[in-house]
């Protein structure tokens, strides 16, 4: 059961234009949501997280949009640079109710390709 | 200040060993938590500690394992290595018990033939 899906596996953008990364997901229960960059045969490095009580959340080119309603989110990187190009995971935290356990769902990932 | 650090990066083992991964959380994190990441299943929480502590188990067989210590160092263990553990294993720290800022390491690359 894939509680968080990326459905679109790539993704190719022009530098200097906007890219628009999506993720859905089913557990109405996640607590935040985060987006991860990564590199083949390395960590996934942190880019920015969202609350589930907040619907945009935006630090230096990118923005994070959450419809709990639809649940759905999507990342926006304004503008694009070729150094973006990378694989782009979606990740839902749950907390449990007593506070002291956390775990990330993943998505299956988007490869974003920014071109010259 | 140094990020979340994993040792060894690569190795081999074969079919029926076991092996011991090592991660080091940012300093100040007091929770750490491991994750598979293959080809075919794709990044999957493993397990999560806290002072010690494991709150949280993914749904990986008995023969995973892992252990906190006192200064948030963790270790995992595999035994009886199968070929479908080759995978790169990621090691994650957070400042809280419940942080939204989960930062990982590089990842132990494990090989298994």
């Known amino acids: 059961d894939q509680q968080v899906k990326q459905n679109s596996p790539s993704l190719s953008v022009q530098e200097g234009r906007i890219s628009i990364l999506n993720c859905d997901y089913t557990?109405?229960?996640?607590?935040?949501f985060l987006w991860y960059k990564k590199y083949p045969a390395e960590g996934p490095t942190f880019l920015i997280s969202?609350?589930?009580?907040?619907d945009k959340n935006e630090d230096g080119r990118f923005t994070v949009f959450l419809n709990k309603s639809a649940k759905h989110l999507s990342l926006h990187i304004v503008p694009s640079q070729p150094g973006d190009s990378a694989v782009y995971f979606c990740a839902a935290l749950g907390i449990s109710r007593t506070g002291t356990a956390s775990k990330l769902t993943f998505g299956t990932g988007t490869r974003l390709q920014v071109t010259l | 200040k140094a990020g979340v650090t994993q040792t060894p990066r690569y190795l081999i083992k074969t079919r029926g060993q076991q092996v011991t991964l090592s991660c080091s959380p940012i300093?100040?994190?007091?929770?750490v938590s491991w994750y598979q990441q293959t080809p075919g299943q794709g990044l999957q929480f493993l397990f999560e500690?806290?002072?010690?502590?494991?709150?949280n188990k993914g749904n990986f067989p008995g023969r995973f394992s892992g252990r906190q210590f006192s200064n948030s160092r963790s270790e995992m263990n595999v035994s009886t290595l199968e070929l479908g553990d080759s995978a790169l294993y990621l090691c994650?720290?957070?400042?809280?018990?419940?942080?939204?800022?989960?930062?990982f390491g590089e990842g132990s690359w494990l090989t298994v033939v």
């Open positions: 557990n109405s229960m996640f607590d935040y």
């Open positions: 500690y806290f002072s010690e502590t494991q709150r």
């Open positions: 969202i609350s589930s009580i907040k």
């Open positions: 300093s100040g994190h007091r929770s």
């Open positions: 994650a720290s957070s400042p809280q018990s419940s942080g939204n800022t989960i930062y």
